[in-house]
């Protein structure tokens, strides 16, 4: 398992958690920060699938890789396109107060963390998987 690998993409999705956290403390305009934060967590995960898409990895087998690309996937169409398309279609009206597809705005953000916690959890357990495969082939090489 390439540890600069997995730094290469947690430290990056660990440092939108931070700057989103930043963007509500500094940006006084509320729909402002809201779209700064869901630009971020829009083009970071982009910017991981870019990638990996060009190195194919992690792992053997597309065991892993087919965990790294659910966990990405699930929270990149399912929670941050739609809440940042949802913000900015519904402009004028205070994220909380708005419905979308039978949700609340509050709703759609509380799915979206545990969603965001989930993708960082398999894209882990990938990793994980990678180096327990990878383990593997090299003890059967040896015998």
């Known amino acids: 398992m390439r540890i600069k690998t997995i730094l290469r993409e947690f430290v990056p999705l660990l440092l939108v958690i931070l700057l989103v956290m930043t963007f509500f403390r500094v940006i006084p305009d509320r729909k402002i920060a809201a779209t700064c934060a869901g630009l971020l967590f829009v083009l970071v995960p982009l910017a991981l699938m870019v990638l ?24 990149w169409l399912l929670f941050a396109l739609p809440i940042l398309g949802a913000r900015l279609l519904f402009w004028e009206t205070a994220f909380e107060e708005f419905t979308f597809f039978g949700q609340s705005g509050a709703d759609w953000h509380r799915y979206s963390s545990k969603s965001y916690m989930l993708m960082l959890l398999l894209i882990l357990a990938s990793h994980g998987w990678a180096w327990a495969q990878m383990t593997a082939a090299q003890k059967q090489k040896a015998s």
Do not use: A, C, N
């Not at 060009?54 to 929270?75: A, D, H, I, N």
């Open 52 to 75: 990996r898409w060009k190195e194919g990895g992690p792992g053997f087998s597309r065991g892993p890789r087919t965990l790294w690309w659910t966990g990405v996937l699930q929270f």
